[in-house]
Nanobody, 121 residues
Framework: QVQLVESGGDSVQPGGSLRLSCAAK????????MAWYRQAPGKERELVAR???????TYAESVRGRFTISRDMGKNEVYLQMNSLNPEDTAKYFC???????????????WGQGIQVTVSS
């Protein structure tokens, strides 16, 4: 059983910072890509940032230069450092990971439950 457990969501004022964490828990062979998505009310879920091993691959244009994705491969954890937050960053943030449950398994996509980030004065 694989679970992605997110933490770090909160309410902050514009200009503030937050750090989200996500840990892959359970028994599995390997974690490949890890990513953060977000979904604001009435909008589609969008990719925020994605990382492969320790190399960030992708940032949404709206967060580039403000958000940083990083990873602790030994702990199977991924982080999202969010700086200069603005109200448009308000959304539910989801951790996603592509994991091989067994060495013979194909990569399987797993999602966390999501955590709320609210930016408001």
């Amino acid at each position: 059983q694989v679970q992605l457990v997110e933490s770090g969501g909160d309410s902050v004022q514009p200009g503030g910072s937050l750090r989200l964490s996500c840990a892959a828990k359970g028994t599995f062979w390997r974690v490949d890509f890890m990513a953060w998505y977000r979904q604001a009310p009435g909008k589609e879920r969008e990719l925020v940032a994605r990382i492969h091993n320790n190399t960030p691959q992708t940032y949404a244009e709206s967060v580039r230069g403000r958000f940083t994705i990083s990873r602790d491969m030994g702990k199977n954890e991924v982080y999202l450092q969010m700086n200069s937050l603005n109200p448009e960053d308000t959304a539910k943030y989801f951790c996603q990971a592509e994991i091989k449950p067994l060495w013979t398994s194909p990569l399987t996509t797993f999602w966390g439950q999501g955590i709320q980030v609210t930016v408001s004065s």
